[in-house]
């Protein structure tokens, strides 16, 4: 092993890895790849194992270092990245009400139907919007009362039922 290449080798010490180290993590800053990190920390782990045991050899510094940036990228992985895990949409309330939201503006206003609700839904013009609507099925002429909305669909109830499920509420006949 006469090879100029083992020459330069063996005359490594702990400032060339220090220095290696610093270079590879500033190298990661630049290109964060989070994996000059990983390398910086073995080569850090070298500079002090040579700073203690100064006759380590370079046979031993090599391993060391590979052993140490595959257990530190190996710990990485395990630790941040996450296994990938199927993605679904969170579940949202059918009656949020949001500020930035045109319908929500409408909640709890009183309106009267100009055309009938059939099967569950209508139409309601307020001011120059026609809004769809859904809900009992009611004759034009009909007061009612936005109650909540989903999307752009209000929902309406008739002010008679709204006033009976009061008195049902506190007992009356």
């Known amino acids: 092993m006469n090879h100029p290449f083992f020459a330069l080798l063996n005359t490594l010490n702990h ?22 990190l990983w390398m910086g920390i073995a080569a850090a782990v070298v500079s002090g194992a040579l700073f203690v045991w100064p006759s380590l050899g370079w046979q031993g510094e090599i391993m060391l270092f590979l052993f140490v940036f595959a257990a530190s990228t ?17 579940p949202r309330p059918a009656q949020a009400v949001t500020p930035s939201h045109r319908a929500s503006q409408y ?5 009267t139907l100009a055309q ?19 809900g009992l099925d009611l004759s034009a002429g009909t007061q009612v009362k936005v109650t909540g909305f989903e999307g752009e669909v209000l929902a309406v109830e008739a002010l008679e039922e709204q006033a009976s499920r009061r008195d049902d509420d506190l007992g009356w006949p």
């Open 74 to 90: 190996g710990l990485s992985r395990l630790r941040f990245v996450r296994p990938s895990l199927p993605v679904r949409p969170l």
């Open 116 to 134: 009938p609700i059939r099967d569950g839904l209508g139409s309601l013009h307020i001011g120059n919007t026609l809004w769809t609507i859904r």
């Open 107 to 111: 909640v709890g206003r009183l309106f």
């Open 15 to 36: 400032w060339h890895w220090g220095v290696f180290a610093a270079a590879l993590t500033l190298l990661e800053l630049v290109l964060p790849l989070s994996l000059f």
